[in-house]
Every structure is written in C-alpha cells, then in structure tokens.
C-alpha cells in the first residue's frame, strides 16, 4: 500500500495546482538554460556557417566579429595562391535596417562571393544566389518570402532562398548578398551625408574594394597554424584558426551575456530549490497528526520517510515534465533562439531529484521529531 | 479480578517526572496496577491527574522515570529495549482506539484497517480479506470503500475498533473512546469492546469522563496529583 501515492490521489486537484505552479518555474530555468545555449549556438553558428578552417583579417585585430577588420580584396588572391589553400573566398559583414511591409527589419548583412567560401551551405527553401546583383537570401526569421523584395541602401533586392538558424550574437538574422552588392552597400550613404562628403574631397582616394576578412579552407594534408604563421608574415595582415575564431567568440563577445544568464540561472534554481522545500514542509506540517497516528500505530520511520520523499519526488518530477512540454511548445515564440538539448534536460532533472531529496530534509526531520503521544487527545 | 488469568498488564513502582528543579512535575507517583486477560478497565480522574501519562507509559510511547512495566509477560523500558524494538511491541501486542478515530483521511475504511496488517508485514491479499471480515463483524462491512469524512462518528468509531483489533492485539488502549458518541451508541461501543476483549482474550485499558459508560468497565481506577487513589471493582 503505497501512502504517498494514496494521499496525493485524495488531494489530487491541490496536488496538481502545486505540481503547475512548479512546472511554470521549471518552464523559466528551462528557457534561461534555452536562451544561454541559444546565444552560445547564435555566436557559433555565423562563425561555422562558412566551413572555414582559416580567417585572414587585419592586422592586430580580433576580426571580423569581435573587432573591426578591414582589408584589401586583392588579398583573397594572394591568400588562393599559399600553399596547403584549397580555396579562399571575401567576405563582407555589416548591420542593417530596412523596411519592409511597414515594420523595420534589423539583418545582418553578409556579403560573400558566390561559387567561393563565405555564402550559405543550405537552402532550406528557394535557390542560392547567381545572378550577379540583387538577389538575396534570408534567414527564415526575417519573415521574408521568396519572390519578396527589399530595399538596402539604395538598390532593391529579390528575395531568392531561405536558410535556418543564421544569425549573429545579438539575434539578428542573416541575409546574404553578392559581395560587389555588399561593398556597394557598406559605401552607400544617405544622399545628403553623400553630397556634403563629395563637396569635402573626401573619400575620393579611398578604395571601395576592401572586405572584411578573407576565409580560406584548408587542403586535409596541410596544417592550418603553417598556413596562418605564413599569412602573419605579411605584417598589415593577421590569420585566425577557425578554433581560435570560435574561442574569440565564446570568450569576449558573448561571455558577458552568457555569465549575466549563468548568474540569472543559478537564483532561479536556489528559488526553486526554496520553494520546493516549503512546499514539502508545508505539506508535512498538515499531515503531523496522522503521522503522530501512523508512529503510535507502530509504523516504521522509512514509512514516514517514504511518504515524504516520494511525494517530494513526484512533485518535482511532475513540475519538470510539464515545465519541459510548456517550454517545447513555447520555444518557437521567443524573439531569440532556445536551444534545449536532451542532456539539458536531464541534468536539470537530475538537480531536482537532488534538490527534491534535499528539500524533504527539513520535513522528514519535523515528521521524525513528532510524539506519537499527539495522536492521543484532541 | 479471577487471580487466574493471565495478567497482560503490571505495572509495579511506577513514577514519571517531566523537568527538574522548580519545574520539576511528577505526573505519576509510585503507581501499582495489574490488568487481566479479559478485563475492561477504566482510568478515572480530573484533568492533569496523570491518565493520559499512564495510558502512555503502558502504550510503549513514554518510557517510566521509575518502575517496571510488563506487558504480556515482557519487561519493558529495560537497556536493551531500543526505540525500534518499542513500535514493534506497539504494532504487534498493543491496539489503539482514539477519540477522534484519528482515520487516515487518504485511505478508505477497509484500507485503514489494513494498513495495520501491512505494516505488520501480511501480505496485501490477507491484509484485505481480514479487514474485510473485521468490518464485517462490526456491522460495518457495507462502509468498507468509504472514506473516513464520509463516515458517521459511530461508523468511524467502529472502524477505528476494527483498527485496533487487526492485529489480534492482547492489550487494547482507548482514549476517551466514546467521548463523540451518544450515549445509546456510546453503550453500543463499550459492549461491543467488552465482547471483542472476551473473544480475543484480550485486556483493555481506558481513559474515559464518561460516566454513563462506568457500568461497563470491570474496575475503575482514580487518579488524582499522579497518585493511584482507589479502584473499584464493578458489583456483581
């Protein structure tokens, strides 16, 4: 005969009010812990989407993401000719907004050389790019439509293919465009600031022909730290392996938001692990007196302590199973992308088994301490 | 009192003190009482005279500053006598009868008295059949699936009984046993529980202010500042 499982079938209804109230803060640890992979998969994600093994930007920079970078585009040429390079590719990176169906979309431009690295590995719908200008292709939380069309800068693009999940740390979707289209862009300015500009003389000697790095992928035979050691040789330039790139990230430009979340994540376990302790407390206060009867009656301590704990267990294993169902209906609706894995889950499943065990800690030792002489009386 | 049956419970010197100093209160002074196999006894007295302390002493649940205690031939509260080894000789010589019932609200009337059986360590089967024919003897065999808040205070008390006899117990203890009842079923109970301590040669010991039911009990035992002041032994 089971008690905890009789008594929580009495109450059922409060039981079940308890397990959704539980489930809610367990759905908010889930989508924290949702949110940081996200961000982390976020960063990554524009870093991997090129397959690239090497990364030449400016010298003295972190670039092209962490910092500024910018170089000639004569570089992809000369960075194609090193030996151990199987291919090289330009490619430009650069914010935007536009408007399109009257709201202000933010995307993240990158500009890339079609048929060389750089440009989207899958198309989740449509066609990649080839013509030469204005054609686009979009992340899907753009909203964008194939066949759509918006306006950057100046000139109007088509929109041509759809990709998944590319966007930059801040959240922003991706567009990519030809790389002569990028450059355009990133020298368009607004027709006023252009004419006050041209009246300076300014900018007349400077080169529009610049990209922000050049990414070069790497034949299997040859090692990408040679190759970089041999592109540092030409001093205005610097070379990143794709695993340093990806520890720049992690390290510098999500590192802050991903602590501030860490942080965040940490409260909000020691709330639940506080609320979880009440809740087993309170509902052992309720029942001292039929556990003072069950001690007189001559039931055995790890009876009591059974009653205790797998209720405890069953709620927590209850809150999180809901909590996981609400967060996996609900993920798809966050402005930012949530990224739960099942290893995710497990170990948030595994710290409320400890956190429920804890928690029964301060009720077993107030059932324990009841005289079973208070079953006697009124 | 028949000489010749055999006591179940003796309780010899006993005194129980709680505190010390100026705060010291001596609950039971030097009490001697015997009880025997098939006799019904009542513990009498005004409140704070030290009834529920004996019913508590003799229940296993708070161990005698001084004296000895024998039930169904065991000395108990001696060294070796662990905490444990207390709740087994509740579970195993001693039933339980309560005032207030003191059901447990979660299970059903046939699952309460179980649950006795259960803990003794029957299996589940048995457990339930002899439930079953318990309440079926108390009259209330028709009640078995109902939850104790469906129950009248009569029914309640009867399956309460039923409790308290599962686990053919040789000492039966009741506090104020039919204080929430009328008195015609008030009388109903105290004859059913004489009955009940005849057929399982059983004792039982009661703490009782109800003095309509005196009648029924064979001796009545006064208490008064902790001290045994007399017993009566019922006319015949």
Not at chain 1, 154 to 172: H, K, T
Not at chain 2, 112 to 136: F, H, M
Request: include cysteine.
């Amino acid at each position: 005969m089971n008690l905890a499982y009789r008594d929580v079938r009495h109450n059922l209804f409060r039981f079940l009010l308890t397990c959704l109230g539980l489930s809610l803060l367990m759905a908010v640890v889930l989508a924290m812990i949702g949110i940081y992979n996200g961000l982390v998969a976020d960063a990554l994600n524009i870093v991997k989407a090129p397959q690239a093994d090497l990364w030449v930007v400016e010298a003295g920079t972190q670039g092209p993401f962490a910092e500024a970078s910018k170089i000639p585009g004569s570089t992809r040429d000369a960075v194609a000719r090193l030996h151990g390079v199987a291919e090289a590719g330009s490619i430009t990176y650069q914010t935007v907004e536009a408007d399109h169906a009257g709201d202000t979309l933010r995307l993240y431009v990158i500009g890339f050389e079609p048929g060389r690295p750089g440009g989207p590995q899958t198309i989740a719908r449509g066609r990649g790019i080839t013509q030469t200008h204005f054609e686009l292709v979009a992340d899907r939380k753009t909203g964008l439509s194939i066949g759509d069309r918006i306006r950057l800068g100046r000139d109007s693009f088509a929109v041509v293919g759809l990709v998944e999940d590319v966007m930059n740390s801040a959240g922003d979707p991706a567009a990519f465009i030809a790389l002569s289209d990028a450059q355009t862009l990133q020298s368009q300015l607004a027709p006023p600031a252009q004419r006050v500009q041209t009246a300076r003389g300014a900018g007349l000697l400077e080169s529009t022909d610049t990209v922000a790095a050049v990414i070069a992928r790497i034949e299997p035979t040859a090692d990408p730290q040679d190759v970089a050691q041999t592109v540092r040789q030409w001093k205005h330039l610097g070379a990143l392996t794709q695993a340093q790139q990806e520890q720049i990230l992690i390290g510098s430009v999500v590192d802050r938001a991903k602590r501030q979340i860490g942080l965040f994540l940490g409260i909000l376990l020691t709330v639940s692990a506080v609320v979880i302790a009440l809740i087993i407390y309170t509902m052992t206060m309720e029942k001292l007196k039929q556990i003072a009867t069950l001690k007189l009656i001559g039931a055995p301590d790890r009876t009591i302590i059974g009653l205790i704990v797998q209720q405890s267990l069953a709620l927590g294993m209850i809150g999180w199973s809901f909590g996981l169902i609400l967060i996996l209906l609900i993920k798809d609706y966050f402005p930012r992308r949530v990224v739960l894995e099942p290893v995710n889950a497990a170990a948030l499943a595994g710290i409320i088994v400890v956190v429920c065990i804890a928690a029964s800690g301060l009720g077993v030792r107030a059932a324990l301490k009841v005289d079973p002489a208070t079953a006697i009386g009124g | 009192m028949d000489p010749l049956r055999e006591p179940l419970v003796e309780i010899a010197g006993v005194s129980k003190h709680f505190g010390a100093g100026a705060t010291r209160v001596d609950a039971l002074r030097n009490i001697d009482l015997t009880v025997r196999q098939g006799e019904v006894v009542a513990l009498l007295g005004p409140s704070g005279s030290g009834k529920t302390t004996l019913l508590n002493v003799i229940g296993c649940i708070i161990a005698p500053t001084e004296g000895r205690v024998t039930l169904d031939g065991e000395l108990v509260f001696n060294d070796h006598w662990l905490r444990g080894d207390l709740r087994r000789l509740r579970l195993d010589k001693i039933g339980f009868i309560f005032q207030f019932h003191n059901l447990l609200p979660f299970l059903n009337a046939r699952d309460n008295v179980a649950l006795v059986l259960t803990l003794a360590g029957e299996p589940a089967a048995v457990a339930q059949a002899r439930a079953a024919e318990l309440l079926d003897y108390l009259e209330v065999g028709h009640r078995a699936a109902a939850m104790p808040a469906l129950l009248s205070g009569g029914e309640a008390q009867r399956v309460a009984i039923a409790r308290a006899l599962a686990n053919r117990p040789r000492i039966i203890l009741a506090d104020e046993p039919t204080a929430a009842l009328d008195s015609k079923r008030a009388g109903i109970v105290m004859d059913l529980m004489r009955k009940l301590a005849a057929e399982h040669d059983a004792c039982i010991v009661a703490v009782t202010h109800d003095e309509k039911i005196y009648d029924r009990f064979d001796r009545l035992f006064h208490l008064r500042d902790g001290i045994l002041e007399s017993q009566k032994e019922k006319e015949t």
